[in-house]
C-alpha cells in the first residue's frame, strides 16, 4: 500500500493511535500533518515519521475548541497545497454517573471533543477531498454499540454512537463527490487512554475479560487498518464499520 506523495491529516496525532498512524502512514511515504494539544508529544511523532524521508506539519490545537479546529485544514493545505486523507482519532474518555451534577457541563465537554471537531472538519475538508476523490476515516470505538456492562460510560458511548450515524449520512453525501467515508472502531487498545479508563480500580484483567481472544490489541494494529481503508483497496468500501476489539462485540 504506497501513499507516496498523498497527504494525510491525523487529529489525536501526539500519542496512541493517532501517532502509530502517522508513523505507518511515512512508512508508505505520505507526507502527514498531525494535530495534537502537547507540542513535545507532536514533535517526538514527528521526528519518527521523518526518518522515512517524509514532510511533517505538526498542528498544536485542542479540537475542543471551534476557533482553533477552523485553522487546522487550510494550514494543511498551505503547506501541502492538497488533502487525500482524513483521520478523526481525537476523543476524550468521561467515566461519570448520569446522576452526577456535573453531567450536563461535561455533556457538553464531551460532544465538544468528540463529536463537534469531526463534524466542522469533514465540512472544511470535503472540498479539498472532493478534487483528490479521497476519504476519511472516524475512530469511533465499541461502546458506541455497546454498554459492554459498563456503568458511567454512557455520555462517552453516546458520542461515538452519535459518531456512527454521522459517518454513515457522510458517507451518502460524500460519494456523488467520489469521498469515501468509514468507521474504525477499536476495543480496547494499550494506550494511555485505556490506563485511564474507569479510574485506578480497573486492572488489565479486566481489560482482558473483554474479549473473547484474552488480548489487547496494540495502536499499530488498528493503524494497519485504517492504512487499508484509505487505501485503493477499499476503493469500493464506504459507510461502512470495522470493529478490531479481538471479539469484544460478540461476547456483549
Known amino acids: 500500500m504506497s501513499f507516496k506523495n498523498k497527504v494525510v491529516l491525523i487529529t489525536g496525532g501526539g500519542a496512541g493511535i493517532g501517532a502509530a498512524t502517522a508513523e505507518e502512514f511515512a512508512k508508505e511515504g505520505a507526507n502527514v500533518a498531525i494535530v495534537a494539544r502537547t507540542e513535545v508529544n507532536l514533535n517526538e511523532v514527528a521526528q519518527k515519521c521523518e526518518k522515512h524521508g517524509v514532510k511533517v506539519l505538526t498542528i498544536t490545537a485542542d479540537v475542543s475548541k471551534e476557533n482553533e479546529v477552523n485553522t487546522i485544514v487550510q494550514k494543511t493545505i498551505d503547506k501541502f497545497g492538497q488533502l487525500d486523507v482524513l483521520i478523526n482519532n481525537a476523543a476524550m474518555y468521561v467515566s461519570l454517573p448520569i446522576t452526577s451534577p456535573d453531567t450536563l457541563p461535561t455533556y457538553h465537554k464531551v460532544l465538544a471533543t468528540n463529536l463537534q471537531p469531526v463534524v466542522q472538519l469533514t465540512n472544511l475538508a470535503a472540498p479539498y477531498l472532493a478534487k483528490t476523490k479521497g476519504n476519511i476515516i472516524n475512530i469511533?470505538?465499541?461502546?458506541?454499540?455497546?454498554?459492554?456492562?459498563?456503568?458511567?460510560?454512557?455520555?462517552?458511548?453516546?458520542?461515538?454512537?452519535a459518531l456512527d450515524y454521522f459517518s454513515k449520512g457522510s458517507a451518502l453525501e460524500l460519494?456523488?463527490?467520489?469521498?469515501?467515508?468509514?468507521?474504525?472502531?477499536?476495543?480496547?487498545?494499550?494506550?494511555?487512554?485505556?490506563?485511564?479508563?474507569?479510574?485506578?480500580?480497573?486492572?488489565?484483567?479486566?481489560?482482558?475479560?473483554?474479549?473473547?481472544?484474552?488480548?489487547?490489541?496494540?495502536?499499530?494494529?488498528?493503524?494497519?487498518?485504517?492504512?487499508?481503508?484509505?487505501?485503493?483497496?477499499?476503493?469500493?468500501?464506504?459507510?461502512?464499520?470495522?470493529?478490531?476489539?479481538?471479539?469484544?462485540?460478540?461476547k456483549f
Not at 484483567?205 to 484509505?230: C, Y
Request: include cysteine; glycine fraction near 10%.
Open 140 to 161: 469511533s470505538s465499541v461502546l458506541g454499540k455497546s454498554c459492554l456492562q459498563y456503568p458511567k460510560f454512557t455520555l462517552y458511548g453516546m458520542s461515538k454512537a
Open 175 to 250: 460519494a456523488p463527490s467520489g469521498i469515501r467515508v468509514n468507521v474504525v472502531s477499536p476495543g480496547p487498545v494499550n494506550t494511555a487512554m485505556l490506563a485511564g479508563a474507569g479510574g485506578s480500580n480497573r486492572t488489565n484483567d479486566d481489560n482482558l475479560n473483554l474479549t473473547i481472544l484474552n488480548r489487547i490489541s496494540e495502536p499499530v494494529e488498528v493503524a494497519d487498518l485504517i492504512l487499508f481503508l484509505a487505501s485503493d483497496k477499499a476503493k469500493g468500501i464506504t459507510g461502512a464499520y470495522y470493529n478490531i476489539d479481538n471479539g469484544t462485540l460478540v
